[in-house]
């Protein structure tokens, strides 16, 4: 079933995206990637299903009067939370493990973004995977926390939840869910470090910066928060950092010219706006901001222009706050052993990026990082294969990869007397 729905997600892919545009405003070409990306997780895990596989377990008794093994487990009913940013991959990465380890799930997606939900949902019908086995619960959002997430939090008969979003929102459906001692997945919010060191390929971490900056507008949780670059080629890395930039083009994600569409919420622009400001007052330089035409601008959507802030310091509000925008915030340092320490020195551990040539520098950083995820000279790190997740604050469990099926399973041991 999960196989023919990967089929019909492929067969439908044009009109997937075309709900993900017009839903979260991420331009057309971004959506079908989002598309690809998603079903991409259904493909892999209904793979998965087929290696849910136990162990025999030598016995410990001396006249080997035992037999011990363990099955894999279905965990139950599972509450699946999902945000607006990837109305699709989000869902299919929490729904496919799900489906895959035997469980009944009800995806509660975000308010911004129900209808792509509600597409997957027809589709997964139409594939044979009954209405019982996967429901879409809607909520605006008022009633996602106070009702939905309440009502699923206290249900015994739920034994799961994986939750993707705020680190404010996740600790609260933590605390719920501890009365009934659920199983819990959180991926929560980043303030990812990118680091250039003085022996990188310059034009390489560029592109790996607007990459892992402008994508859906910097509206994502891997998304690049901080930026350090090795005094030495400071200059450098931001004269070509804004030359790039001049290229991007601000406007309906449906236009085929378009590389950055609106942010999700007038709020999202007001609060980004707050953060620029905030940061320029305490000492930091506009350095760049691209111009949103007046056609663009007039159409009232909620456009942000693609900024960048050099002298950046570390209390600074661009660097204490997940921007979620497209804002480059860039600040200089001279040893390893302090950009290791200043890019540690936050709460929040989800994805760190950095660019170097030396080999030996490529293990002690990525090494001592605190992060879940690291990229070494690239960005572009999230696929079905690899374990996606955080430490300290941005969350616990890995979703993807032969991990994420185990957040959906539970080992039960058995042991037979001969
Ligand atoms: P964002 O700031 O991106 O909207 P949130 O963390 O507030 O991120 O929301 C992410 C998802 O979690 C959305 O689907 C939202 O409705 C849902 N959500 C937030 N808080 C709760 C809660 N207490 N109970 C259930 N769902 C929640």
């Keep these: 079933m999960l196989t023919r729905w990967y089929t019909r997600i492929i067969e439908n892919s044009d009109d997937l995206a075309a709900i993900a545009t017009l839903e979260a405003g991420k331009p057309l070409r971004e959506a079908k990637g989002e598309v690809l990306y998603a079903a991409s997780f259904i493909q892999f895990f209904a793979h998965e299903a087929l290696r849910s596989t136990g162990d025999t377990i030598p016995s410990p008794h001396p006249q080997n009067k035992t037999r011990l093994w363990t099955v894999k487990q279905p965990v139950g009913p599972c509450a699946l939370i999902t945000p607006w940013n990837f109305p699709l991959a989000m869902a299919t990465r929490k729904i496919g493990p799900a489906l895959a380890a035997g469980n009944s799930c009800i995806l509660k997606p975000a308010p911004e973004t129900p209808l792509s939900a509600l597409a997957l949902k027809l589709l997964a019908n139409d594939a044979g995977i009954p209405n ?61 470090p990118l680091i250039v060191f003085n022996d990188a390929d310059i034009d390489k971490a560029v592109e790996g910066c607007v990459g892992a900056k402008f994508r859906n507008a910097g509206q994502v949780c891997i998304a690049i928060n901080r930026v350090f670059v090795q005094s030495s080629v400071h200059d450098t890395f931001v004269n070509k950092l804004v030359a790039r930039m001049k290229s991007l083009r601000i406007g309906n994600g449906f236009d085929s010219n378009t590389t950055i569409g609106p942010l999700i919420t007038p709020l999202a622009v007001e609060r980004v706006q707050s953060i620029v400001n905030a940061t320029i007052a305490v000492g930091a330089q506009l350095t760049f901001q691209s111009t949103i035409s007046d056609a663009v601008r007039e159409s009232g959507g909620n456009f942000f222009p693609p900024t960048v802030l050099t002298n950046v310091t570390d209390s600074m509000p661009v660097f204490q706050s997940e921007i979620f925008g497209p804002v480059v915030a860039i600040s200089k340092f001279e040893t390893e052993e302090e950009v290791l320490s200043r890019a540690n020195n936050t709460p929040y551990g989800l994805a760190g990026y950095v660019y170097t040539r030396d080999v030996s520098r490529v293990h002690r950083v990525s090494e001592a990082l605190e992060v879940g995820m690291v990229g070494v000279n690239e960005t572009a790190i999230s696929n079905e294969l690899g374990p996606f997740g955080g430490v300290k604050l941005s969350g616990v469990g890995r979703e993807g990869s032969k991990d994420g099926i185990e957040e959906f399973l539970e080992t039960k041991y058995v042991s037979l007397g001969l």
């Design 132 to 192: 019982e086995a996967f429901q879409v619960l809607t909520a605006d959002r008022e009633n996602a926390k106070d009702i939905v997430g309440k009502e699923l939090m206290a249900d015994m008969r739920i034994r799961k939840v994986s939750f993707t979003g705020s680190t404010g929102a996740g600790i609260a459906l933590m605390e719920q869910a501890a009365k009934t001692v659920k199983r819990a997945s959180m991926e929560l919010g980043g303030n990812a």
